[in-house]
């Protein structure tokens, strides 16, 4: 059974930090880009972060330079460590894998995503 668990969400002031994490079983976790998108209410699931199963890292321009990526293939996990955190980016945030592993590949869409967690609820406050 596959199995994308995320946690570290909660609550926190404006320029405050949050660590998210995101266990993945059931798949082969090296063959496999690993995701990190939000959705707030009433607007559509945006991707804000990947890296592929040899490193490459992308970020959107909204979180560039205070959000951090990065995966452990020992544990298969990967972690996004949030700092500067906004009132803006108040979300249900979602990791999810995608086949298109290599960083040759820049997935970003939702629709490139094979695997997702349940989501974990971001709430800063101002």
């Known amino acids: 059974e596959v199995q994308l668990v995320e946690s570290g969400g909660g609550l926190v002031q404006a320029e405050g930090s949050l660590r998210l994490s995101c266990v993945c079983s059931?798949?082969?976790?090296?063959?496999?880009?690993i995701g990190w998108f939000r959705q707030a209410p009433r607007k559509e699931r945006e991707m804000i972060s990947h890296?592929?199963?040899?490193?490459?890292?992308y970020y959107s321009d909204s979180v560039k330079g205070r959000f951090t990526i990065s995966r452990d293939d020992a544990k298969n996990t990967v972690t996004l460590q949030m700092s500067g955190l906004k009132p803006e980016d108040t979300a249900v945030y979602y990791c999810?894998?995608?086949?298109?592993?290599?960083?040759?590949?820049?997935?970003?869409?939702?629709?490139?995503?094979?695997?997702w967690g349940q989501g974990t609820q971001v709430t800063v406050s101002s």
């Open positions: 999810a894998a995608s086949r298109w592993g290599s960083s040759l590949y820049n997935p970003t869409s939702v629709d490139e995503y094979d695997y």
């Open positions: 059931g798949f082969t976790f090296g063959d496999y880009a």
């Open positions: 890296i592929s199963n040899d490193g490459g890292r």
